[in-house]
């Protein structure tokens, strides 16, 4: 009888818990999308694969499926309808001998946004659909001296 007694008393308990987890979870407002960064309303802004969208992003993640290539310390020269362009460096993983046990290696690089075009998710808001980057000096191995890639829209 006693161990009835404690097995109940531990499921009401366990009950109680989920249901204060749960109360508090769907009192609370619903979490928003970060707003622009120093974003005006007629700057075009670069859609992450998250599909936020900044204004002269600090960083900026390449290989959303894995983070293996990266953008990092942009400085923004710069910004507007006809384009954006800013330097920094890509972090790219060399996957050697695979990449869970790969080094990340940097490599100088100056990068292009280009084709500001409406947004399909938010048809009001320009984004830049193209991305080239210009390594300078080295690059990862495979790459040309310029990559250009399609954005998410």
């Given amino acids: 009888m006693r161990?009835?007694?404690v097995?109940?008393?531990?499921?009401?308990?366990?009950?109680?818990?989920?249901?204060?987890?749960?109360t508090t979870a769907t009192a609370s407002p619903p979490p928003t999308a970060p707003a622009p960064s120093r974003t005006g309303a007629s700057q075009p802004v670069l859609v992450d694969c998250l599909w936020q969208r900044t204004v002269r992003p600090d960083d900026?993640?390449?290989a959303c499926g894995d983070g293996n290539s990266r953008l990092t310390g942009l400085r923004w020269s710069e910004w507007g309808p006809d384009g954006a362009t800013a330097e920094g460096v890509n972090m790219v993983n060399d996957c050697k001998p695979y990449c869970a046990a790969g080094t990340f290696r940097?490599?100088?690089?100056?990068?292009?946004?280009?084709?500001a075009k409406?947004?399909?998710?938010?048809?009001?808001?320009?984004?830049?659909?193209?991305?080239?980057?210009?390594?300078?000096?080295?690059?990862?191995?495979?790459?040309?001296?310029?990559?250009?890639?399609?954005?998410?829209?």
Avoid: C, N
């Fill in 3 to 5: 161990g009835s007694v």
């Fill in 7 to 22: 097995g109940t008393a531990i499921t009401l308990a366990a009950g109680a818990l989920l249901t204060a987890a749960m």
């Fill in 60 to 62: 900026f993640i390449l």
């Fill in 106 to 115: 940097s490599y100088p690089v100056t990068v292009r946004l280009d084709g």
């Fill in 118 to 153: 409406s947004w399909k998710k938010h048809p009001e808001v320009q984004r830049y659909d193209r991305m080239s980057l210009t390594y300078p000096e080295d690059r990862p191995e495979g790459f040309k001296q310029v990559m250009t890639y399609p954005l998410w829209d």
